[in-house]
């Protein structure tokens, strides 16, 4: 048998990994600037009480920054790297467009099985609706640790992007065991490996990881540092459409802005910029955060765009944005 093509593995499967995708040079000027905005260096990481990685009682910092890589001129020339941008030209086709989806995270890993997308219910909502335009919308994640140093995995339920005209009973069980296993992550951030049927890829520095955003997922239990950039793309339709609006004006908690006119520039003479996409009112079945989650959201996004860290047992950091 072959070895199927990475868009093989992205239609099957919902992601591809495709190791060194950074250069060494790269993963170091990235996590310089990752150390600085955060203020989290990893020497801070070695041991417990040697400052803000682990603190006397080996509690972990983090400190993360939704739309921060188009909120941080230093993180731009990410987006139109130009080993990703082919990349992921190969897998959607030559007319992708960056999509306004980007995260900067360090000492977070998001322990819980959930979807990127705007309808997160398996088979429910447009973005399951592929009859009128392709759902080919990828986020990319780069992750710039080592595993030795880590023990970072994200795990991958393969297929779980992938409407399918007859919902078997044992998909919706499935569906349904994988959501009661998030709601673990809150008594134990190693609950999430118990799901029989994951994947799990140990990320190593440079690694990029492209995938389906409705594809479900969860990053492991962490006992060091990690360090991961996280963008966007997509072909333009609605679905893209839909995923822009999210974001940007459905998600007030994650607290997106307008683009800066100079990244807008850059990324119009790179061909990757969406000139105009429609505003809604109301997007069937969008996921939000439960009220409570959502006013903790908008604390610690505050909070991380001034630059605190938060101190917490290891990897129970959730954020589910
Ligand atoms: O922990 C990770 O690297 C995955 C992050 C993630 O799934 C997210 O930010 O939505
Ligand atoms: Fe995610």
Known sequence: ???????????????????????NQEVDFYLNKLAERSGITKANFKAPGAGRGFDQKGRQASWNLPDGVSKSRDFWPLIYNERLISTVRELLGPDIRFLQHTDLHVGLSAVAW????????????????????????VRVGLYLQSHAESSFKLGFIKGSHRPETNITL??????????????????????QMWAANAEWIATEPGDGIIFDPRTLHSG????????SMFVAYSIENVHFYHHQHYYRHLRPELNYGDLDPE???TLKAQGLYLDQSPVYTHIEGAWTPA???????????????????????????????
């Open 170 to 191: 044992g998909r919706r069980l499935s569906e349904t065991q994988i959501t009661w296993m998030g709601a673990l992550s809150y008594l134990s951030p190693k609950a």
């Open 263 to 265: 990244l807008i520039q």
């Open 114 to 137: 959930h979807r990127d997308s705007v309808n997160r219910k398996f088979g429910l909502g447009p973005d399951w609706d592929e009859s009128q335009a392709p759902y080919k919308i």
């Open 1 to 23: 048998m072959s070895t199927p093509t990475m868009q093989e593995q992205l239609k099957n499967q919902g992601f591809v990994v495709i190791r060194q995708l950074l250069s």
């Open 291 to 321: 009220p409570m989650l959502k006013s903790l959201l908008a604390k610690r996004i505050k909070a991380g765009e001034q630059g605190v860290v938060r101190i917490c047992r290891p990897s129970i950091h959730r954020t589910k944005s």
């Open 220 to 227: 492991s239990y962490i006992i060091g540092p990690k360090y």
